[in-house]
Protein backbone atom coordinates (compact mmCIF):
# COMPACT_ATOMS: atom_id res chain seq x y z
CA UNK A 1 0.00 0.00 0.00
CA UNK A 2 1.32 3.60 -0.63
CA UNK A 3 -0.10 6.85 0.88
CA UNK A 4 -0.42 10.62 -0.73
CA UNK A 5 -0.83 13.86 0.42
CA UNK A 6 -3.23 15.88 -0.70
CA UNK A 7 -1.16 18.52 -2.00
CA UNK A 8 -2.66 19.58 -5.50
CA UNK A 9 -5.51 19.30 -7.90
CA UNK A 10 -5.19 15.20 -9.20
CA UNK A 11 -5.09 14.36 -5.61
CA UNK A 12 -7.79 16.61 -4.11
CA UNK A 13 -9.82 15.20 -6.79
CA UNK A 14 -8.69 12.00 -5.88
CA UNK A 15 -9.99 12.75 -2.41
CA UNK A 16 -13.11 13.61 -4.03
CA UNK A 17 -14.18 10.45 -5.89
CA UNK A 18 -12.59 7.85 -3.57
CA UNK A 19 -15.81 7.39 -2.34
CA UNK A 20 -17.59 6.55 -5.49
CA UNK A 21 -16.09 3.58 -5.88
CA UNK A 22 -16.62 2.96 -2.79
CA UNK A 23 -20.47 3.31 -2.54
CA UNK A 24 -21.06 2.11 -5.83
CA UNK A 25 -22.93 -0.45 -5.00
CA UNK A 26 -24.64 0.83 -2.25
CA UNK A 27 -28.36 2.31 -3.20
CA UNK A 28 -28.81 4.54 0.14
CA UNK A 29 -25.27 6.71 -0.09
CA UNK A 30 -26.17 10.14 -1.43
CA UNK A 31 -22.74 11.63 -2.64
CA UNK A 32 -22.59 15.43 -1.23
CA UNK A 33 -21.37 18.09 -3.16
CA UNK A 34 -18.06 18.35 -4.10
CA UNK A 35 -18.04 21.79 -3.50
CA UNK A 36 -19.04 22.09 -0.17
CA UNK A 37 -16.55 19.21 0.65
CA UNK A 38 -13.96 21.28 -0.87
CA UNK A 39 -15.34 24.19 1.23
CA UNK A 40 -14.22 22.88 4.48
CA UNK A 41 -10.84 22.86 3.17
CA UNK A 42 -10.69 26.35 1.93
CA UNK A 43 -8.36 28.82 4.33
CA UNK A 44 -10.82 31.39 2.60
CA UNK A 45 -13.73 29.85 3.49
CA UNK A 46 -13.55 27.96 6.63
CA UNK A 47 -12.92 29.93 9.49
CA UNK A 48 -11.77 26.98 11.43
CA UNK A 49 -8.46 27.56 9.83
CA UNK A 50 -8.07 30.67 11.98
CA UNK A 51 -7.32 28.27 15.31
CA UNK A 52 -6.10 25.28 13.53
CA UNK A 53 -4.40 23.39 10.65
CA UNK A 54 -5.86 20.30 8.51
CA UNK A 55 -3.55 17.60 6.45
CA UNK A 56 -5.36 14.81 3.74
CA UNK A 57 -4.22 11.36 2.39
CA UNK A 58 -5.47 9.11 -0.08
CA UNK A 59 -4.31 5.56 0.06
CA UNK A 60 -3.40 3.37 -3.10
CA UNK A 61 -3.37 -0.81 -3.40
CA UNK A 62 -0.67 -2.61 -4.67
CA UNK A 63 -2.87 -2.89 -7.74
CA UNK A 64 -3.04 0.59 -7.92
CA UNK A 65 -6.69 1.20 -6.67
CA UNK A 66 -7.46 3.77 -4.27
CA UNK A 67 -9.06 2.29 -1.38
CA UNK A 68 -9.20 4.80 1.63
CA UNK A 69 -9.47 8.48 2.51
CA UNK A 70 -8.72 10.13 5.68
CA UNK A 71 -8.42 13.83 6.79
CA UNK A 72 -6.61 14.85 10.10
CA UNK A 73 -7.16 18.48 12.29
CA UNK A 74 -6.52 20.18 15.06
CA UNK A 75 -8.48 23.72 16.22
CA UNK A 76 -7.69 25.16 19.60
CA UNK A 77 -11.37 26.06 19.86
CA UNK A 78 -12.33 22.27 19.87
CA UNK A 79 -12.75 21.47 23.76
CA UNK A 80 -14.49 19.27 25.86
CA UNK A 81 -15.45 20.01 29.58
CA UNK A 82 -12.97 17.64 31.44
CA UNK A 83 -10.32 17.51 28.76
CA UNK A 84 -7.12 16.97 30.37
CA UNK A 85 -5.00 17.18 27.13
CA UNK A 86 -5.10 18.77 23.57
CA UNK A 87 -8.02 16.60 21.20
CA UNK A 88 -7.77 17.08 17.73
CA UNK A 89 -9.77 14.62 15.05
CA UNK A 90 -10.07 12.61 11.92
CA UNK A 91 -12.98 12.89 9.48
CA UNK A 92 -14.01 12.71 5.85
CA UNK A 93 -12.85 8.48 6.37
CA UNK A 94 -13.90 5.71 3.41
CA UNK A 95 -12.07 3.02 3.27
CA UNK A 96 -12.52 -0.56 2.33
CA UNK A 97 -13.68 -3.57 4.16
CA UNK A 98 -9.61 -4.16 5.10
CA UNK A 99 -8.02 -3.40 8.67
CA UNK A 100 -4.51 -2.81 7.35
CA UNK A 101 -5.74 0.01 5.15
CA UNK A 102 -7.74 1.65 8.10
CA UNK A 103 -4.54 1.10 10.29
CA UNK A 104 -2.31 2.67 7.56
CA UNK A 105 -4.84 5.55 7.08
CA UNK A 106 -5.20 6.34 10.84
CA UNK A 107 -2.00 6.10 11.82
CA UNK A 108 -0.67 8.63 9.35
CA UNK A 109 -3.47 11.07 11.04
CA UNK A 110 -2.03 10.22 14.60
CA UNK A 111 1.66 10.59 13.36
CA UNK A 112 1.23 14.02 12.11
CA UNK A 113 -1.00 14.92 15.05
CA UNK A 114 1.34 14.05 17.61
CA UNK A 115 3.96 16.38 15.82
CA UNK A 116 1.17 18.91 16.24
CA UNK A 117 1.45 18.76 19.92
CA UNK A 118 -2.25 16.42 19.75
CA UNK A 119 -2.70 13.82 22.85
CA UNK A 120 -6.17 12.35 21.05
CA UNK A 121 -8.24 12.06 18.36
CA UNK A 122 -12.08 12.38 17.62
CA UNK A 123 -13.57 10.75 14.90
CA UNK A 124 -15.19 10.73 12.67
CA UNK A 125 -15.95 14.76 13.02
CA UNK A 126 -15.98 17.73 11.00
CA UNK A 127 -13.12 20.64 10.77
CA UNK A 128 -15.87 23.40 12.37
CA UNK A 129 -19.40 22.73 13.57
CA UNK A 130 -20.93 19.84 14.46
CA UNK A 131 -23.92 20.71 11.99
CA UNK A 132 -22.28 19.10 9.22
CA UNK A 133 -20.25 15.72 8.61
CA UNK A 134 -20.04 14.69 12.17
CA UNK A 135 -20.28 11.01 13.95
CA UNK A 136 -20.20 7.39 12.40
CA UNK A 137 -23.26 5.72 11.85
CA UNK A 138 -24.06 2.68 14.01
CA UNK A 139 -27.85 2.19 13.48
CA UNK A 140 -29.83 3.41 10.54
CA UNK A 141 -28.64 2.66 7.14
CA UNK A 142 -30.76 4.55 5.43
CA UNK A 143 -30.13 7.74 3.15
CA UNK A 144 -28.40 10.57 5.24
CA UNK A 145 -30.27 13.93 5.63
CA UNK A 146 -28.16 16.65 3.97
CA UNK A 147 -24.75 17.39 5.67
CA UNK A 148 -24.99 13.86 7.89
CA UNK A 149 -22.38 11.53 7.53
CA UNK A 150 -22.85 8.08 5.85
CA UNK A 151 -20.84 5.13 6.29
CA UNK A 152 -21.32 0.96 5.54
CA UNK A 153 -21.94 -1.19 8.70
CA UNK A 154 -18.00 -2.50 8.84
CA UNK A 155 -16.52 0.99 10.19
CA UNK A 156 -17.08 0.58 13.06
CA UNK A 157 -15.03 -2.16 13.43
CA UNK A 158 -12.09 -0.64 11.98
CA UNK A 159 -12.59 2.02 14.36
CA UNK A 160 -12.74 -0.23 17.53
CA UNK A 161 -10.29 -2.95 16.41
CA UNK A 162 -7.89 0.39 15.78
CA UNK A 163 -8.49 1.31 19.48
CA UNK A 164 -11.17 4.48 19.28
CA UNK A 165 -13.94 4.06 22.21
CA UNK A 166 -17.00 5.13 22.29
CA UNK A 167 -16.73 9.13 23.56
CA UNK A 168 -20.74 9.69 23.05
CA UNK A 169 -23.81 8.31 21.08
CA UNK A 170 -26.09 10.72 18.22
CA UNK A 171 -29.37 9.75 18.42
CA UNK A 172 -31.60 10.89 15.15
CA UNK A 173 -35.65 11.32 15.90
CA UNK A 174 -38.15 11.04 13.19
CA UNK A 175 -42.02 11.12 13.04
CA UNK A 176 -44.59 10.98 10.77
CA UNK A 177 -46.81 13.74 10.79
CA UNK A 178 -49.72 12.43 10.25
CA UNK A 179 -49.68 11.27 14.00
CA UNK A 180 -50.90 12.77 17.03
CA UNK A 181 -48.46 14.66 19.14
CA UNK A 182 -48.25 13.33 22.85
CA UNK A 183 -51.62 14.68 25.57
CA UNK A 184 -48.80 15.54 27.46
CA UNK A 185 -47.65 18.10 24.95
CA UNK A 186 -51.07 19.73 24.65
CA UNK A 187 -51.79 19.59 28.38
CA UNK A 188 -48.19 22.06 28.84
CA UNK A 189 -49.03 24.17 25.82
CA UNK A 190 -52.46 25.24 27.30
CA UNK A 191 -51.45 27.13 30.15
CA UNK A 192 -48.50 29.20 27.97
CA UNK A 193 -50.80 29.73 24.44
CA UNK A 194 -53.70 31.52 27.06
CA UNK A 195 -51.05 33.73 28.33
CA UNK A 196 -51.45 36.67 25.46
CA UNK A 197 -47.49 37.80 26.56
CA UNK A 198 -46.01 34.68 24.79
CA UNK A 199 -46.22 34.14 21.03
CA UNK A 200 -44.68 31.99 18.05
CA UNK A 201 -44.24 33.66 14.89
CA UNK A 202 -43.36 32.15 11.42
CA UNK A 203 -39.79 33.37 10.00
CA UNK A 204 -40.30 36.05 6.77
CA UNK A 205 -37.56 36.54 4.52
CA UNK A 206 -38.09 39.94 3.57
CA UNK A 207 -37.33 40.28 7.01
CA UNK A 208 -34.09 38.42 7.85
CA UNK A 209 -32.00 40.87 9.82
CA UNK A 210 -34.81 40.56 12.05
CA UNK A 211 -34.66 36.91 12.78
CA UNK A 212 -30.80 36.78 12.01
CA UNK A 213 -30.60 38.59 15.69
CA UNK A 214 -33.53 36.36 17.41
CA UNK A 215 -31.51 33.49 16.23
CA UNK A 216 -28.21 34.88 17.68
CA UNK A 217 -30.01 35.88 21.07
CA UNK A 218 -31.44 32.35 21.29
CA UNK A 219 -28.59 30.58 20.73
CA UNK A 220 -25.98 32.09 22.77
CA UNK A 221 -28.06 32.22 25.85
CA UNK A 222 -29.31 28.03 25.20
CA UNK A 223 -26.42 26.75 24.11
CA UNK A 224 -23.10 28.34 23.88
CA UNK A 225 -20.49 26.97 26.09
CA UNK A 226 -21.99 23.32 26.32
CA UNK A 227 -20.93 20.78 25.30
CA UNK A 228 -17.91 22.46 23.16
CA UNK A 229 -20.60 24.62 21.63
CA UNK A 230 -19.30 28.39 21.23
CA UNK A 231 -20.75 31.96 21.35
CA UNK A 232 -22.04 32.93 17.63
CA UNK A 233 -21.73 36.56 16.39
CA UNK A 234 -24.29 38.40 14.54
CA UNK A 235 -22.16 38.42 12.22
CA UNK A 236 -21.53 34.57 11.75
CA UNK A 237 -25.26 34.11 11.93
CA UNK A 238 -26.11 36.12 8.94
CA UNK A 239 -23.66 34.56 6.69
CA UNK A 240 -25.44 31.24 7.75
CA UNK A 241 -28.74 32.66 7.24
CA UNK A 242 -28.11 34.12 4.08
CA UNK A 243 -26.25 30.84 2.64
CA UNK A 244 -29.53 28.90 3.87
CA UNK A 245 -32.22 31.46 2.61
CA UNK A 246 -32.52 29.93 -1.35
CA UNK A 247 -33.63 26.56 0.12
CA UNK A 248 -35.35 27.96 3.10
CA UNK A 249 -38.95 27.48 3.81
CA UNK A 250 -40.97 30.23 6.41
CA UNK A 251 -43.52 27.06 6.70
CA UNK A 252 -41.27 25.52 9.27
CA UNK A 253 -38.97 28.17 10.79
CA UNK A 254 -40.69 29.40 13.87
CA UNK A 255 -39.34 31.49 16.61
CA UNK A 256 -40.91 31.85 20.01
CA UNK A 257 -41.22 35.37 21.97
CA UNK A 258 -42.41 36.69 25.44
CA UNK A 259 -43.63 40.20 24.88
CA UNK A 260 -41.92 40.21 21.67
CA UNK A 261 -38.40 39.52 23.39
CA UNK A 262 -37.28 35.79 21.28
CA UNK A 263 -37.24 33.30 23.99
CA UNK A 264 -37.24 30.13 21.83
CA UNK A 265 -36.73 28.82 18.11
CA UNK A 266 -37.33 25.81 16.00
CA UNK A 267 -35.42 25.82 12.83
CA UNK A 268 -35.96 23.57 10.17
CA UNK A 269 -35.21 22.76 6.29
CA UNK A 270 -36.41 20.60 3.55
CA UNK A 271 -33.98 17.86 3.44
CA UNK A 272 -32.10 19.02 0.70
CA UNK A 273 -30.47 15.47 -0.15
CA UNK A 274 -33.99 14.54 -1.97
CA UNK A 275 -33.03 17.19 -4.15
CA UNK A 276 -29.14 17.09 -4.45
CA UNK A 277 -29.33 12.99 -4.60
CA UNK A 278 -30.12 13.82 -8.28
CA UNK A 279 -27.10 15.93 -9.20
CA UNK A 280 -23.69 13.91 -8.33
CA UNK A 281 -21.89 16.04 -6.38
CA UNK A 282 -22.04 18.55 -9.01
CA UNK A 283 -23.31 22.26 -8.86
CA UNK A 284 -21.93 23.87 -11.43
CA UNK A 285 -24.20 26.11 -13.78
CA UNK A 286 -26.37 23.23 -15.75
CA UNK A 287 -26.78 21.77 -11.89
CA UNK A 288 -28.10 24.80 -10.20
CA UNK A 289 -30.48 24.98 -12.92
CA UNK A 290 -31.66 22.02 -12.73
CA UNK A 291 -31.88 22.27 -8.50
CA UNK A 292 -34.30 24.98 -9.19
CA UNK A 293 -36.18 23.01 -11.30
CA UNK A 294 -36.60 20.18 -8.97
CA UNK A 295 -37.25 22.85 -5.86
CA UNK A 296 -39.85 24.15 -8.38
CA UNK A 297 -41.68 21.40 -9.52
CA UNK A 298 -40.62 17.98 -7.24
CA UNK A 299 -42.63 18.41 -4.02
CA UNK A 300 -40.21 17.66 -0.53
CA UNK A 301 -41.85 15.30 1.56
CA UNK A 302 -39.37 15.45 4.62
CA UNK A 303 -37.44 18.21 6.14
CA UNK A 304 -35.26 17.86 9.36
CA UNK A 305 -34.65 19.83 12.46
CA UNK A 306 -31.55 21.74 12.43
CA UNK A 307 -32.15 23.83 16.06
CA UNK A 308 -34.59 23.74 18.75
CA UNK A 309 -34.07 25.47 22.12
CA UNK A 310 -35.60 27.76 24.95
CA UNK A 311 -33.45 30.21 26.42
CA UNK A 312 -32.59 29.28 30.39
CA UNK A 313 -35.16 31.43 32.01
CA UNK A 314 -37.95 30.45 30.25
CA UNK A 315 -37.21 26.22 30.53
CA UNK A 316 -39.03 24.07 32.50
CA UNK A 317 -42.90 25.99 32.38
CA UNK A 318 -43.68 24.56 29.07
CA UNK A 319 -42.46 26.55 26.20
CA UNK A 320 -41.34 24.09 24.58
CA UNK A 321 -44.62 22.25 23.78
CA UNK A 322 -46.22 25.55 22.93
CA UNK A 323 -43.37 26.45 20.33
CA UNK A 324 -43.88 22.50 19.58
CA UNK A 325 -47.82 23.00 19.47
CA UNK A 326 -47.97 26.16 17.35
CA UNK A 327 -45.67 24.70 15.24
CA UNK A 328 -47.37 21.24 14.69
CA UNK A 329 -50.84 23.60 14.43
CA UNK A 330 -49.53 25.96 11.40
CA UNK A 331 -48.27 22.74 9.58
CA UNK A 332 -51.79 21.18 9.66
CA UNK A 333 -53.65 24.70 9.02
CA UNK A 334 -51.12 24.99 5.64
CA UNK A 335 -52.25 21.70 4.75
CA UNK A 336 -48.07 20.89 4.40
CA UNK A 337 -46.63 18.62 1.86
CA UNK A 338 -44.62 17.38 4.37
CA UNK A 339 -45.11 13.68 5.82
CA UNK A 340 -42.24 13.17 7.83
CA UNK A 341 -40.14 15.73 9.92
CA UNK A 342 -36.35 13.64 10.84
CA UNK A 343 -34.06 15.74 13.35
CA UNK A 344 -30.67 15.96 13.16
CA UNK A 345 -28.66 14.30 16.13
CA UNK A 346 -28.98 14.66 19.93
CA UNK A 347 -25.72 13.73 21.83
CA UNK A 348 -26.36 11.40 24.75
CA UNK A 349 -24.35 13.69 26.80
CA UNK A 350 -28.08 16.19 26.70
CA UNK A 351 -30.80 14.20 28.32
CA UNK A 352 -32.93 17.40 28.84
CA UNK A 353 -32.76 17.48 25.14
CA UNK A 354 -33.09 13.73 24.23
CA UNK A 355 -36.02 13.86 26.82
CA UNK A 356 -38.17 16.69 25.17
CA UNK A 357 -37.53 14.96 21.41
CA UNK A 358 -38.95 11.74 22.89
CA UNK A 359 -42.15 13.40 24.28
CA UNK A 360 -43.28 14.86 20.86
CA UNK A 361 -45.25 11.57 19.90
CA UNK A 362 -45.15 8.91 17.61
CA UNK A 363 -41.61 9.46 17.84
CA UNK A 364 -39.20 6.67 16.89
CA UNK A 365 -35.18 6.48 17.17
CA UNK A 366 -34.14 6.87 13.27
CA UNK A 367 -30.47 6.33 13.54
CA UNK A 368 -28.01 6.19 15.77
CA UNK A 369 -24.50 7.89 15.01
CA UNK A 370 -21.34 7.79 17.74
CA UNK A 371 -18.15 9.64 17.89
CA UNK A 372 -15.14 8.12 19.54
CA UNK A 373 -11.91 8.80 20.60
CA UNK A 374 -8.27 7.54 20.60
CA UNK A 375 -5.69 8.89 23.33
CA UNK A 376 -2.67 8.02 22.27
CA UNK A 377 -1.19 7.36 25.76
CA UNK A 378 -2.32 4.07 25.70
CA UNK A 379 -2.19 3.69 30.02
CA UNK A 380 -3.86 7.01 30.52
CA UNK A 381 -7.60 6.43 31.78
CA UNK A 382 -10.77 6.73 29.31
CA UNK A 383 -13.22 8.82 30.11
CA UNK A 384 -16.95 9.76 28.53
CA UNK A 385 -18.05 12.70 27.26
CA UNK A 386 -19.42 14.22 30.22
CA UNK A 387 -23.44 15.12 30.93
CA UNK A 388 -24.55 18.33 30.42
Not at 44 to 70: H, P, Q, S, V
Request: contains cysteine; hydrophobic residues 40%.
Amino acid sequence: MEIFKVTDTNTKKLFLTIPVDIYQNDTNWIRPLDKEINDVFDEEKNKAYRFGKTERWILKNEDGKWIGRIAAFHNKKYKTKGDDCAVGGIGFFECINDQKAADTLFDNARHWLLKEGVEAMDGPINFGERDKWWGLVIEGFHPPLYGMNYNPPYYLKLFEDYGFQLFYEQFCFAMKLDKPLQEKIWERHKPVAENPSFTVKNLKKNNLEKYISDFTEVYNKAWAGHGGMKQLSREQVSVIFKKMKPVMDENIVWFAYHENQPIGLFVNLPDLNQWFKKLNGKFGLMQKLYFLWLKQFQKNHKFNGLAFGVVPEFQGIGVDSFLIGEAYKSLNANKSAYTEYEMQWIGDFNPKMVNIATRLGDVYLSRKLITMRYLFDRTKSFKRHPIL
